[in-house]
């Protein structure tokens, strides 16, 4: 037996442990039991710094809650189902404009409209929240919430974008991002894990979606890139050679799902050599390890100021996809690398202290020397609680 | 005489090197001779790695010649002057929409607009290249151009904000930001400089913007608020507490500039002790050195991701500041202040392969150590070459 398999049970254990305690912190503190929803911004003792309530947190807050539900039979109880609705509730009230379908990005603590993004990914995990909660309650508002924007979404994508009320520029270069096909295979998963007889209604755009996420392999299959040309070809200048290693892996991982639905062997090697492996290998940092956030795959020095910073999210996007091909391929190599991530992320996670750190963290370069420095570092350290939502 | 005050002429000299060798190698390798405008994305060997002409950074590098051949004897020169003239013809041609009087954030190689910003800036940087380039060339329409958008903004933050096509929403709180009053002290300044007769028909404008900025001395005189109530309340959340040390220093060199025409000792006071120096002792990373880019007052985790970055231009814009404040004081603390920031900045700019490091550079926590590294980590370290533009 390899060494790092006989790490299983202690991988196990550990993430168990720390998925309990999270979810424990975020349901002692984060219900708004006034005006509805989650406050999101919670400081480690759990008292929150800011009352915004971001959609896409909001969302996934409720998704959260009732996958755990339908999946785990330890938080198969009403207090969970309870306190998804609860989200899901203040969604279905604030979340959605009336008007136009789209969703809003960010509300205040009273559910009054914030900000509004030309993008469709606040729709997504809406879609996202009221799918899976149609799975615990059978509610059927739920589902018809998450088919609706589903048509929605799709008009947006594939007829007409006008209503995401982006400005167009004569100077603006035509381009696909990665981002787009990959959301709606995630979506497709969703939806089909809700009721399986959806999947002929989706059939072609999952076909379609397969053939744009393929697209962005370039360069001979050495490198995933995150924006290319409608037809296929690489961009010039810095958005073209853009690569966003974890963002890359985590579309290995749905597609991954896919091929493993389709029973395609040629899909799931492009899901594991191409998507994960090659965006791991790209994207890992080998001196202070973790994965880098943005890439230029010429060298060139990237324009985002975060490029190189070691976020939590794609740290276990890696380790969900790295285990899911470990599953699929048994291949021990594929072990090998989840439990670098998992060491990574363990010795980088401040969770001595306090039960939320280990959910929402912002790593650094510095070495481990620091990381046991003194508590104003430690609270540096700790420097973002929500993925921040672009604009 | 103190120690520091041994060393004005070794700063003196360092720093005009650097001037040197930064205007030759930009006016070397950015000109596009082609399409015209500068390109900004370029490499430590010169070569371009991007084609994008974003307008901030066009507009300052003309006001640059400009102001370099209006007030230093050894960049007089007919190159200098056509350098500057080659980037305004390329803004008079393509950075300003005919319809609305906007101003475009970004436009591509060939000129055409990319993306549009919905705030004053891109608008404020353009009349200050415009205005600096009237000084050097007597050339009336480059006053114009400079004193048509002076009306034009005025109108938008006193008048009527509409025509820069933000979306108000239920949620959004009030709140005023520090960054327009200074901006327009700013301006102010360079139009006075341009014509000192103007200084009767902004007089009070700039009475509004004194009063404006001082609203953000909040908490006793102990910080600058970046945003507060249009009543001058500290507002709540995170918003309410931010505070970002650089753009308070670079408010307080602006008005103790205005201080300084105005001979108003009260004011040099404000500019001097609460905006430079409360700012930059809160500011400081007394560990690693450096401006840290965003704060929350309270200590509470920042959401911005790149809240502790030190990024190049805090850093110039202090030093500028708080030599600007010892020649106004004599202040021996004032000089160790600069000193200190000095040493930060030549101790972390990686200057010894490449011309180009100087003028554009983000510094990192890294320890001195790993600055001496390798190529690859020196390549790392060089991350931005450009002032990310916000959108």
Redesign the interface.
Known sequence: MGEQKKRLQEFLDKIRRDLDRTIEFWSKYSLDKEHGGYFI?L?NDGHV????KYTWLESRQVWMYARLYNELERFKTPEILATAEHGAQFLLMHMKRKDTGKC?L???R???????QRTIYSECFYLMAMSELHRATGNQQYRDEAIDMMKQILHWVLVDDSGLGR?K?????PADTLAVPMMLLCLIEQLTTMDPDLASSYADTEQWCLSQVTKHVQRDGSVILENVSPDGKEL???QGRLTVPGHAIEAGWFLLQRAQKLKDPTLKSLAIDKFILTSFNRGWDT?YGGLFYFL?V????????????K?WWPHNEAMIALLMAYIERRDADLLEKFSTVFNYCYSHVHSRNAAARVCFH?F???KNEDSNDND??D??Q?????R?PG?
Not at 298 to 309: A, I, K, N
Not at 382 to 386: L, Q, T
Request: aromatic share 6%; with cysteine; hydrophobic share 25%.
């Open positions: 911004c400081a710094y800011d009352e915004t809003y960010s509300l205040n009273e559910g009054l409209p914030v900000k509004e400005k520029l004569a100077g603006n270069m010039p200048g810095c001196k230029d010429d060298g060139e020095s990237p324009v985002q100021l975060e490029w190189d910073m976020l912002v650094d370069n510095q104003t570092q609270l540096h700790h420097r973002n609680s929500s921040r604009t």
